[in-house]
């Protein structure tokens, strides 16, 4: 919708905000009874993941999950929605503002294999977006008992890549959220199960 000074009013996805409700509500699902079994069954299943966890706290933060194909007359103008494998991304998020108008707000990415999110990494950087968030698993170096090659050990690299993107391409990317949850080596040193934010 536009407001009084011709604006478009936007949703616009606040990562802190999302961040909060997602380790809530992935230590809610995952780490009850069940407990580690349950969190590598269901949190390294990309499906669960997405559609259990990440899909139910971008309702709970305002956003209308997209059931239909992507056309236009599916929509609803002045609507903030979301979806599951649109727009080749995990997740994305997008609001609607009539006659094929819309405007990506936000990227979601999740790569369960910690030894692989730069890949998902390299895509995030060479999309036009406000908001982006890669969730993947590894927290620790190896010195406190990670894996090596894994997780936060590839930061660097990835600060490598970032740096090639902004000379080759003469511009910068937004922020990259990275979220990492733990292995399941490191879970079993912790009380919950939680996600550590790194922006890179």
Not at 47 to 75: A, H, Q, T
Not at 113 to 132: A, H, M, V
Not at 142 to 153: A, R, T
Request: glycine share 8%.
């Amino acid at each position: 919708m536009v407001n009084e000074t011709g604006q478009i009013n936007v949703k616009k996805l606040e990562v802190n905000e999302f961040i909060q409700a997602f380790n809530k509500k992935v230590d809610s699902n995952l780490n009850n009874d069940n407990g580690r079994d349950n969190y590598h069954k269901k949190g390294f299943c990309t499906n669960v993941m997405k559609e259990e966890i990440i899909g139910k706290v971008l309702i709970n933060l305002g956003f209308s999950l997209f059931n239909g194909k992507p056309k236009d007359e599916s929509y609803r103008t002045g609507v903030d929605y979301f979806g599951f494998e649109q727009k080749s991304y995990d997740i994305s998020t997008w609001h609607y503002n009539g006659h094929h108008d819309w405007i990506l707000t936000s990227i979601i990415e999740h790569e369960n294999d910690g030894k692989d999110w730069l890949d998902e990494y390299q895509k995030l950087l060479r999309t036009n977006c406000p908001q982006k968030i890669l969730i993947t698993y590894g927290q620790r170096t190896v010195n406190d008992g990670g894996i090596k090659d894994k997780g936060v050990e590839l930061i660097v690299k990835a600060q490598q890549m970032r740096k090639q993107f902004e000379i080759f391409n003469g511009c910068r990317s937004a922020n990259i959220n990275v979220l990492f949850g733990p292995t399941l080596k490191e879970l079993n040193k912790a009380k919950r199960i939680e996600f550590h934010h790194y922006v890179i």
